[in-house]
């Protein structure tokens, strides 16, 4: 465990090998185990572990949320939800469960039970800017700008770092017409974070309504090289 708090993965696969090898039931072990794949990117390896902690202790909601994490990863969400809804069913207290949970519902479509899952993961930790972004998204999806809004200023004050909150900001400004405005939250959401594909699109957007095409293609082709649509 000290050797995979450290990030020296593979010495810890190691020794969690040994002590799996000395006792297959060790849950622990499978779960650091899999913990390790998937810092290294192997999410089958890291599901397969999982697996196999829950099968030791079947009531452990870390496993499942962890193996959860690794569906995420892998773009099988309907797999997530379910490992997200086995995690919140033996321990509802994390709020980053709900959060998890929320953002796969979005992914498939289902935005009202995304914002119900990013409103407990809001009722059990209020500070996190994060949630209120992908809340915030999902009411200008929606088209409740005012809830949106309010997410996205909240974002701002619990983390003035914060690049979704300004390019949420930029959202609802270039909507209500003020692609001046738009374009220094989407310049401020870049600062913060360059490879923002959404925030340059946004803001290509914003320059094709102002007119100016040379710089809405330049963004566009920004974005497009981040991996945006």
């Known amino acids: 465990i000290a050797l995979y708090n450290k990030g020296q993965y593979d010495l810890a696969i190691a020794k969690f090998d040994h002590a799996i090898a000395i006792d ?10 899999g913990l390790a794949w998937g810092q ?15 099968a030791i202790e079947p009531k452990n909601s870390s496993y499942y949320s962890a193996r959860a994490f690794a569906w995420t990863a892998k773009n099988d969400h309907k797999r997530a939800i379910d490992d997200f809804g086995k995690a919140i069913e033996f321990d509802s207290t994390y709020a980053s469960n709900f959060h998890g949970r929320g953002i796969s519902r979005m992914i498939i479509g289902d935005y009202d039970g995304a914002i119900a899952d990013y409103g407990k993961a809001i009722e059990l930790d209020p500070n996190v800017a994060k949630v209120h972004v992908d809340r915030g998204i999902l009411w200008v999806v929606k088209g409740d700008l005012k809830q949106a809004q309010a997410d996205f200023e909240t ?4 983390d003035r770092n914060s690049p979704g909150g300004y390019y949420g900001r930029g959202l609802l ?28 699109t946004a803001r290509s957007l ?24």
């Not at 297959?24 to 779960?31: I, K, Q, T, W, Y």
């Not at 974002?155 to 619990?158: G, N, Y």
């Not at 914003?206 to 649509?229: M, V």
């Open 40 to 54: 290294k990117d192997n999410y089958d390896r890291a599901i397969t572990d999982y697996g196999s902690a829950i």
């Open 206 to 229: 914003a320059w094709a309504a102002k007119g100016d095409l040379k710089r809405a293609k330049a963004d566009r082709k920004k974005a497009l090289t981040l991996g945006g649509n």
């Open 155 to 158: 974002a701002i004050r619990i």
């Open 173 to 200: 400004r270039a909507r209500a017409g003020d692609q001046d405005g738009a374009i220094t939250s989407f310049n401020q959401a870049i600062k913060l974070y360059p490879r923002y594909a959404d925030a340059y």
């Open 24 to 33: 297959p039931h060790n849950a622990e072990a499978f779960g650091y185990r």
